[in-house]
């Protein structure tokens, strides 16, 4: 038979949350091996290792705990591969929005460096770096809501980046 480890013990071994080993078992991600009716103490076996470390890899990859599941439900290498395809796209588009939002906050830095350092009725020539200027050519009136022209030329700028 197999050594058993304690929940504290497999805890401490793979430096998980007993909470989160716990929410594991809730989940039906990671059963243990044998709960005591007694005391509903449960126990791991060394059998359990391969699939901690599984886990374990797959959540540095930032993967969800329902696509883990999947793949322990399937077991085979293409159903892994498309897993791993799908998490990395979803990396790729979760880069894309921070550093749109990164370019966000450079932009915002810049303006507020510059608005502390401008002085008043003064008039300087600036050469700027290239840019992309998107214009949107809509006609408008005074009363028009603007929140719908305003929204079309963020998605315009978006796609162009």
Known sequence: ?????TIGEISKLFN????????????????????NKENGYRYYSTR?????????YLRSLNMPLPKIREFFENRDDKKMLKILEEQKRQVEEERKQLDRIERKLENRLLQIEDAFQTEFDKIEERTLKDRVIAVL?????????????????????????
């Open 1 to 5: 038979m197999n050594e058993l480890f």
């Open 48 to 56: 359990q290792f391969e699939c901690l470390n599984t886990i374990h």
């Open 137 to 161: 050519k809509k006609e408008l009136s005074i009363s028009d809501d603007l929140e719908q022209p305003i929204r079309e030329w963020q998605s315009a700028i978006l796609s162009m980046q």
């Open 16 to 35: 998980i949350d007993v909470r989160l080993l716990r929410h594991y078992d809730k989940i039906s991600l990671l059963k243990p091996e044998f709960v």
